[in-house]
C-alpha cells in the first residue's frame, strides 16, 4: 500500500512523499523545496528514489536537480514536456504504466493549464496526483492550453472511480468554495461545505485530499456538462467546451 505523506511548503503549495514500507520505495510528487522533504525522509530513514512531476512551472519542479544530486533519484515527467522538466531520466506519456514498489500507477495525460501536464492515478491505492489540473472546487487557469483541452482533461479525472482521493499541489479550497458559492447561492450543500472548510483552515487543518465524489457534485468546473447546473448560474447551454470556457473566465476575474 502506497502511504502519504503531505508536507505544506512555500505560501500554498503540497508537495507529497510517498513510500512503500515494504520494498522502502520511496519519493516525492511536485517538489517545490527541497529541505522539508528531506526532514521528512531522515525521519523515516529513508532515501529517494523517484521524483514525479505533473508539470514544469518552478513551484513543481524547483528542488529536482538538488534532490538528484544528493540522492541520485531518476526524475519522471511528461514526454511531451521532458525539455521543460529539469533532470528527467523516465519520460511517460497517456497510458503508460509506472510501478513504484507494490504499487502500479497509470499516467494520464491532463493538458490545459500547460501543454504536456500529466497525472498520476495510483487505482490500487485510490489516489490522483494530479498536479495543477484539478483542485477541490477549482481548476488550474489555462496558461498554454485550451477550454477544450481542458474539458477533455477533467473529464478524464471525472471518469475514475468516486472514491479516488484528490490529491492536489495547492491549498485554494477556500477561494475556490467562494466563487463556487458566489454563482450558486442557493446550493445549500455547498453552503455547508464552505462552513467546513473555513472550520478546517481556522485550524490550519488541510483541505487535501478531496474526494472525486464530492467534487462530482460541487466542482463547477467538473459540471460544465450539468444542464440543471448551467442552467441554475445563468449560463446559456452551447457546449461543454464554451460553458467551461465561461466559468472560467468568471473565476478569473473573481
Known sequence: MLLIKQIPVLNDNYLF????????????????????????LEKENLG??????????????????????KYGCKIV??????????????????????????????????????????????KEDNCIFCGDTLFSLGCGRLFEGSPKQMVESLSKIRSLPDHTKIYCAHEYTLNNAEFALSIDPKNGVLKRKVLEIK????????????????????????????????????IEDISSTDNFRVIREMKDKF
Not at 52 to 58: D, K, R
Not at 93 to 110: A, Q, Y
Not at 203 to 212: E, S
Open 17 to 40: 512523499m510517498i513510500y512503500d514500507q515494504i520494498t522502502r520505495t520511496s519519493g516525492c510528487v511536485d517538489p517545490a523545496v527541497s529541505e522539508p522533504l528531506i526532514n521528512e
Open 48 to 69: 529517494l528514489d523517484f521524483i514525479l512531476n505533473t508539470h514544469h512551472h518552478f513551484d513543481h519542479v524547483g528542488a529536482n536537480l538538488d534532490l538528484k544530486k
Open 77 to 122: 515527467g511528461s514526454q511531451k514536456d521532458s525539455k521543460r522538466i529539469p533532470g528527467i531520466d523516465i519520460m511517460l506519456g497517456e497510458g503508460d504504466i509506472f510501478n513504484f514498489g507494490r504499487s502500479t500507477c497509470r499516467v494520464l495525460e491532463v493538458s490545459g493549464h500547460t501543454n504536456g501536464h500529466i497525472a498520476f492515478y495510483f
Open 199 to 234: 472550520e478546517k483552515r481556522s485550524q490550519n487543518i488541510p483541505t487535501v485530499p478531496a474526494l472525486l465524489s464530492e467534487e462530482k457534485k460541487l466542482n463547477p468546473f467538473l459540471n460544465f456538462d450539468n444542464k440543471e447546473f448551467i442552467k441554475r448560474i445563468g
